[in-house]
């Protein structure tokens, strides 16, 4: 068994008892960040049935993804990196869901690409829940205004996701985000990483974004 395969299994794996040991039903959806590694370290996954995967960078992905894609339509792919407005174009045309999306500018070239093209994009929010300066995001306090135009403008928005504080206790942002996640309504919750995704899990996440302990460290 390739070791990416083995890696994805286990993960798999701890989920599971993380979930039983809370009695937690919502199994969640694993996103396999594939940024930077190449098609040979992915394709075991592929092969063994799993379709959820990410990348940062719209041209990374569209020289790994387009043949892919066109011969396996199961496969989910998820943008999780920064989006810049000059290339929604190309990020519409190729992924299913974008995790980023944290101005008006950016939903609303979002959905006026879309519309080109009559496809829906599964968009979630990025809430800077930190208030970290050097990360995307918006602020908590903004996310409502957020959520009511992208609702406005016709986005099929499905929940909201943050990536907390480094060298801190993520415990406490995930509960954070667990309850603002609820106040809107959204059933669908993305966070959690290879460091803290069964933490994540125990507040509800229902996509997990795990890299290198699939994929291993990049260089």
């Not at 990416?4 to 599971?16: H, P």
């Not at 396996?72 to 190729?94: C, D, P, R, W, Y």
């Not at 609820?182 to 509800?204: I, N, P, R």
Request: proline fraction near 2%; charge should be positive; glycine fraction near 6%.
């Amino acid at each position: 068994m390739h070791i990416t395969l083995k890696n994805l299994l286990d993960i798999e794996n701890n989920i599971k008892v993380c979930l039983n040991n809370l009695n937690i039903n919502n199994y969640p959806k694993i996103i396999a960040v594939s940024k930077t590694f190449k098609i040979d370290k992915i394709l075991p996954l592929i092969e063994n049935g799993h379709v959820n995967f990410g990348e940062n960078k719209v041209q990374e992905a569209i020289e790994k993804w387009t043949e892919i894609k066109k011969t396996n339509s199961e496969i989910k792919l998820h943008m999780i990196g920064k989006l810049q407005t000059n290339k929604v174009k190309f990020a519409v045309e190729l992924f299913d869901y974008i995790h980023s999306v944290d101005s008006e500018k950016l939903a609303k070239k979002i959905v006026d690409e879309q519309n080109k093209i009559n496809k829906k994009i599964k968009i979630f929010l990025q809430v800077n829940i930190g208030d970290e300066n050097q990360k995307s995001g918006i602020h908590k306090n903004e996310v409502h205004n957020l959520v009511s135009y992208c609702k406005e403008i016709g986005l099929d928005l499905i929940g909201l996701m943050c990536i907390p504080p480094a060298n801190t206790d993520p415990e406490v942002y995930f509960g954070e985000m667990k309850k603002l996640n609820q106040s809107f309504g959204f059933t669908e919750l993305s966070m959690g990483m290879s460091s803290d995704f069964l933490l994540a899990v125990k507040y509800h996440s229902t996509y997990v974004r795990i890299g290198s302990s699939i994929f291993g460290q990049r260089n």
